[in-house]
């Protein structure tokens, strides 16, 4: 079972961002969602589609629809810049998949 | 505050073995399922394996199943992952990370995260 995401995303600062991710489980599956910068390790920053972990900013939100699940990143920051992964499980629900990987990038 | 402390890793040559360790603190261990994800250098990353809060239930990715084991002590607060037969592909870093049981539809989220250890498999 695969999880499909862009290799890479770029947007402007203060702009919207989208990053999605596509897999045919999704309709019945929960999505995660991971920010990893540079060097360290991922943080959670979505989880059961739509929550945010405390302590995450509330410029990060997510969704999902059909066979895709989206992060937002809404006016993005130089901080954001990382590579973003997003995660189910396999359609029988029994172990964890991640997806590729996308690097996000704000010039 | 939750801390995942993972150690033993290393160099270890084509076919030998290596046992990570992660300690935890900060919160019930024995509450929370536990995993064990991966990520070669420049890759993304991958799941290795998953146990229970209890112990009882484990998973693995086919890519070490038979290989590595998972295995726990809730007395401890420790987490394991015994390396065989390991291969140059083993070859990441090493993430202990709280969450990742599936059932019924939904993960438990993995929430908490080490800073990793190194594995190099290498002649």
Known sequence: YELTQSPSVSVSPGRTAWITCSGDALPNQYAYWYQQKAGQAPVLVIYKDTERPSGISERFSGSTSGTTSTLTISGAQAEDEADYYCQSSDSGGTYVVFGGGTKLTVL | ?123
């Open chain 2, 1 to 123: 505050e939750v801390r995942l402390v993972e150690s033993g890793g290393g160099l270890a040559q084509p076919g030998g073995s290596l046992r990570l360790s992660c300690a935890a603190s900060g919160f019930s261990f024995f509450t929370y399922s536990m995993t064990w994800v991966r990520q070669a250098p420049g890759k993304g990353l991958q799941w290795v394996s998953t146990i229970s809060d209890s112990g009882e239930s484990t998973n693995y990715a086919d890519s070490v199943k038979g290989r590595f084991t998972i295995s726990r002590a809730n007395s401890f607060d420790k987490l394991y992952l015994q390396m065989n037969s390991l291969r140059p592909e083993d070859s990441a870093i090493y993430f202990c990370t709280r969450g990742g049981f599936c059932g019924g539809g939904t993960c438990f989220p993995l929430d908490f995260w080490g800073q990793g250890v190194l594995v190099s498999v290498s002649s």
